[in-house]
């Protein structure tokens, strides 16, 4: 798993130097889909909740068939199943760059990615609204993913974003938040 880890850690750094000089493309934006889905599966909190399903499984066949062989046929299969699941296009499509250009540093942490449903009005208070897809109703809610890159640059995904690769924030965009 930490093998596999460390070659799209060193993917990583070359797409990350795209990006920190705005020169970056749809396959650039692909790959940190893809990377942060990774980062966001790979913490210990999101496998523990995985695998709590997995070892309820092999605890209801193991009593079944009479032995253990399914809890240590499925230990740890969720971290085993990391380098091989197919993530798709799973959140590419509504992605982007925010470049903070603001005295405010972007945090980073162990958890990296923070992922949290929003809707227009939740979206309003930290995104500007002309930058925000206003047809969609108030009601819908949506997946919104986080992950700071640098302390001045973050990546984004939300399908209530309008489609484009590159928001700035400056010193006019902290009303949002500081409202």
Not at 83 to 91: C, N
Not at 96 to 105: A, D, G, H
Not at 106 to 135: A, G, M, Y
Request: include cysteine; glycine fraction near 4%; hydrophobic fraction near 40%.
């Amino acid at each position: 798993m930490e093998n596999f880890l460390s070659g799209v850690e060193r993917l990583y750094k070359n797409n990350l130097q795209k990006v920190i000089t705005r020169d970056f493309d749809n396959e650039v934006m692909s790959f940190l889909s893809y990377f942060t889905t990774l980062q966001y599966i790979r913490v210990d909190k999101f496998i523990a909740s995985m695998q709590k399903s997995w070892d309820k499984v092999a605890e209801w066949s193991d009593e079944f068939s009479g032995g253990n062989e399914y809890t240590l046929l499925l230990a740890d299969i969720v971290k085993k199943q990391i380098p091989t699941t197919d993530l798709g296009g799973m959140i590419h499509s509504n992605a982007c760059i925010i470049y903070n250009n603001t005295e405010f540093p972007f945090l980073t942490s162990d958890s990296p990615v923070v992922r949290k449903n929003f809707n227009l009005s939740d979206l309003k208070l930290i995104i500007p609204q002309e930058k925000l897809d206003l047809s969609i109703p108030d009601s819908h809610e949506s997946a919104f993913f986080f992950f700071p890159l640098t302390p001045s640059i973050a990546y984004v995904s939300c399908d209530l974003i309008k489609s484009g690769r590159m928001l700035d924030f400056n010193e006019s965009e902290l009303d949002h938040i500081f409202i």
